[in-house]
T-cell receptor, first 111, second 115 residues
């Protein structure tokens, strides 16, 4: 399967703590993107990391990419209640341009 | 800031009926996509569209589905004869150009319920 795997499937933490989500894939990719989806709503693009990058920051978000392990992680620091959402990784395979979504991590931030 | 819009936000239809989901991509974007997300499941790619023709489609995108860019601004997804399993959230996305590094911008989605 070329599908992306995400873990954990669900994560519940206290406000202020850091949240880490992981995404793994099976074959070579050009870039990997992370999206957020609030319950029942649309997808919002968070950050894109290219295959020649190892780490990228955007505000409280930090994304890493390890092409040797074929995995990426999304770290949200100092979490807030408003961060409660599902987070998806999305990537395009180098070989055939197939568009792949991870299964998502449901993040709950407890006040 | 320009954004992708979709109408309607919700649609309820009877099994066997035709539905048309509408999207207005960002005006200078050239690549367009439809995705769907069955409730509680992952987002699935349906089709990509460029230069007035389909460039890629998934196994889900069978003969019941069609896409069209009728007037240079709208991008529509038609389901000819809806089935119960077509109930899902449908997302449209657009991208400025074909580079794989370009970000896709998503609309808010249309929630389709087939009864």
């Amino acid at each position: 399967s070329q599908q992306g795997e995400e873990d954990p499937q669900a994560l519940s933490i206290q406000e202020g703590e850091n949240a880490t989500m992981n995404c793994s894939y099976k074959t070579s990719i050009n870039n990997l993107q992370w999206y957020r989806q609030n319950s029942g709503r649309g997808l919002v693009h968070l950050i894109l990391i290219r295959s020649n990058e190892r780490e990228k920051h955007s505000g409280r978000l930090r994304v890493t990419l390890d092409t040797s392990k074929k995995s990426s992680s999304l770290l949200i620091t100092a979490s807030r209640a408003a961060d409660t959402a599902s987070y998806f990784c999305f990537f395009i395979l180098d070989s055939n341009y197939q568009l792949i979504w991870g299964a998502g991590t449901k993040l709950i931030i407890k006040p | 800031e320009p954004e992708v819009t979709q109408t309607p936000s919700h649609q309820v239809t009877q099994m066997g009926q035709e539905v048309i989901l509408r999207c207005v991509p960002i005006s200078n974007h050239l690549y367009f996509y439809w995705y769907r997300q069955i409730l509680g499941q992952k987002v699935e790619f349906l089709v990509s569209f460029y230069n007035n023709e389909i460039s890629e489609k998934s196994e889900i995108f069978d003969d019941q589905f069609s896409v069209e860019r009728p007037d240079g601004s709208n991008f529509t997804l038609k389901i000819r004869s809806t089935k119960l399993e077509d109930s899902a959230m449908y997302f449209c996305a657009s991208k400025l150009d074909g580079g794989r590094q370009e970000t896709q911008y998503f609309g808010p989605g249309t929630r389709l319920l087939v009864l």
